[in-house]
């Protein structure tokens, strides 16, 4: 079945780095565009980061441009949120996400999220 799996949250201090995981399973990775989106609370989910089905176009919100950098391995079926002079304000879960637009339709998945919390 299609599995979105994160990794690599936890407890950062301001200033310090993360690195997130997404391993996918269950579907032709390669062929799906890939997003970050983190939800803090009582906060609206947000789009982080995007990139293309070969990493060729990267784009990101205005808050992390410059701090975070979004990238995938196809082989590994994997990608990557590199998260760098974090602040408190980026503490969120973290949820990455999988779409492939047809014609008149698509499909998306969602993983289960991985916590982050920036705090001295």
């Known amino acids: 079945q299609v599995q979105l799996v994160e990794s690599g949250g936890g407890l950062v201090q301001p200033g310090g780095s993360l690195r997130l995981s997404c391993a996918a399973s269950?579907?032709?990775?390669?062929?799906?565009?890939m997003r970050w989106y983190r939800q803090a609370p009582g906060k609206e989910r947000e789009v982080v980061a995007a990139?293309?089905?070969?990493?060729?176009?990267?784009n990101y919100a205005a808050s992390v441009k410059g701090r975070f950098t979004i990238s995938r391995d196809n082989a590994k079926n994997t990608v990557y949120l590199q998260m760098s002079s974090l602040k408190s304000e980026d503490t969120a879960v973290y949820y990455c996400?999988?779409?492939?637009?047809?014609?008149?339709?698509?499909?998306?998945?969602w993983g289960q999220g991985t916590q982050v919390t920036v705090s001295s």
């Open positions: 990139i293309s089905t070969t990493g060729g176009m990267t």
């Open positions: 269950g579907f032709t990775f390669s062929n799906y565009a």
């Open positions: 996400y999988a779409l492939r637009i047809y014609p008149g339709g698509g499909y998306d998945y």
